[in-house]
């Protein structure tokens, strides 16, 4: 069984700071990597996508991928209290095109 | 934002009773997808299409039965609903392998 770990939080940081956001997989043939950002009440908007090791920035996010540490990260630079919902976390595998979700990080930016 | 709609977005119903969610596209995506989202398991995935008439199970699919019998619609059916099958249904569509999933806007469906 495949398995996608994000602390829960709440994670809470001040207005401008940068929030870094973690997860863990346990499939080393996972290949692709999304972060999708969801307020309350609304259904996952897509962040970033990140598919090799590095860095990979947009704008005031950049996602974070190491593969031989099964991590993948998102940093938030600048935030901004309308950066406040869960962000999810999401792998899939080497064969098909199956996302295993993490059960997400509440994240809040406090003005 | 990705040409998803989902139908209908609030249901109530009672236990017992056939209950089936529509997700209909305009992107002409091969895969379409269902998911739950409960609090403390994220999203799982309960079936799937990578084309018409073709679906696969996901984690969660005992008490659910799909059908896809054209390229923009995808029902997902609760044969008898249970009190565990309250939940927020998402629907999603990919272009391909690998590729990003975009969601529809979700179902909330409360089984009394």
């Known amino acids: 069984q495949k398995e996608v770990e994000q602390n829960s939080g709440p994670l809470s940081v001040p207005e401008g700071a940068i929030a870094s956001l973690n997860c863990t997989y346990s499939d080393r043939g996972s290949q692709s990597f999304f972060w999708y950002r969801q307020y309350s009440g609304k259904s996952p908007e897509l962040i970033m996508f990140i598919y090799s090791n590095g860095d990979k920035e947009d704008g005031r996010f950049t996602a974070q991928l190491n593969k031989a540490s099964q991590y993948v990260s998102l940093l938030i630079r600048d935030s901004q209290p309308s950066d406040s919902a869960t962000y999810l976390c999401?792998?899939?595998?080497?064969?098909?095109?199956?996302?295993?979700f993490g059960a997400g990080t509440i994240l809040r930016v406090k003005s | 934002d990705a040409g998803i709609t989902q139908s209908p977005r609030h249901k109530v119903t009672e236990t017992g009773t056939p209950v089936t969610l529509r997700c209909h596209q305009t992107?002409?995506?091969?895969?379409m997808y269902w998911y739950r989202q409960d609090p403390g398991h994220g999203l799982r995935l309960i079936h799937y299409s990578y084309g018409v008439k073709d679906t696969d199970k996901g984690e969660v699919s005992d008490g659910y039965s799909v059908s896809r019998s054209k390229t923009e619609d995808f029902l997902l059916t609760l044969e008898s609903a249970t009190s565990s099958q309250t939940s927020v249904y998402f629907c999603a569509i990919s272009g391909g392998d690998g590729e990003t999933q975009y969601f529809g806007p979700g179902t909330r469906l409360l089984v009394l």
């Open positions: 992107e002409n995506h091969r895969y």
């Open positions: 999401a792998v899939n595998g080497e064969y098909g095109n199956k996302l295993v």
